[in-house]
């Protein structure tokens, strides 16, 4: 299958695009910067079905230079990884926030993953197949919701609505589309106090782009296993 993974130059997208890889699976390593992206597959063992592409999710025109990548080289994508995300804005609340910062924020983990499935959906319609995967959090959970980074999880929980409504609309098709949250992961956002490894974080994520016809769309999932949003 054909693989996308946005933002997945380090951490649970480097970690993604390596596992599918290995897997047997084609991925395109999505970064912003190339020269990271053609670094971190220098560092993954066996990366012969690892292809760097450029791209910035909030940048309608790198999306659709990815797209006419894909399509030409391929035909179809398979699989599509929601991964990229910036601005665990732990500093701030609601009522403090920079707006600025929360717009930007939203640039990049809302509407990103919005024109990545507006893009792409079309050709997994065509192909009558696909999965969408959505990497959330718990910090997105309406039912879990507190005071804390607003930005992050006020965009998290657009995403989780995202998921549904997209879900319905591809449910005519073999196509699945869901939010993950990974955990609490050691990576540069989660910190190294973080009490999972990126594999751990990824292994859900790997599921859910490979489940099978008639599986679960729509929903929201943590250790495989559906939590309230």
């Known amino acids: 299958m054909i693989a996308l993974v946005t933002g997945a130059n380090k951490g649970i997208g480097l970690e993604t695009a390596t596992q599918l ?4 699976h084609k991925v395109y390593l999505g970064a912003r910067d190339i ?17 760097v592409i450029e791209l910035d999710v909030s940048k309608e025109d790198s999306i659709q230079k990815a797209f006419e990548r894909i399509k030409l080289e391929n035909g179809r994508l398979d699989i599509l990884v929601n991964n990229a995300a910036i601005n665990y804005d732990t500093w ?5 926030a920079d707006l600025n910062n929360v717009r930007e924020t939203l640039e990049t983990n809302l509407f990103g993953a919005w024109k990545m499935i507006q893009t792409f959906l079309p050709l997994m319609q065509q ?17 879990n919701m507190t ?3 607003p930005g992050y999880s006020i965009s ?4 989780n609505i995202l998921t549904i409504n997209f879900a319905h609309i591809a449910s005519n098709y073999d196509i699945l589309i869901n939010s ?3 955990g609490w992961v050691k990576t540069d956002m989660g910190g190294a106090g973080a009490n999972r490894s990126v ?5 859900t994520i790997i599921w859910a782009a490979l489940l099978q016809k008639g599986a679960a769309s729509g929903k929201f999932f943590r250790d495989k296993k559906e939590i309230p949003f």
Not at 156 to 159: E, G, N, T, V
């Open 199 to 203: 594999s751990e974080g990824a292994e």
């Open 147 to 149: 005071v804390g980074t």
């Open 21 to 24: 890889a290995g897997l047997g």
């Open 35 to 51: 020269e990271k992206g053609n670094a971190a597959k220098s560092k993954i063992n066996n990366s012969e079905n690892i292809e």
């Open 180 to 182: 993950v949250c990974p």
């Open 127 to 143: 192909n009558n197949y696909g999965r969408i995967v959505n990497v959330s959090s718990g910090s997105g959970a309406i039912t």
């Open 92 to 96: 701030q609340d609601a009522l403090s």
């Open 156 to 159: 998290k929980a657009s995403l």
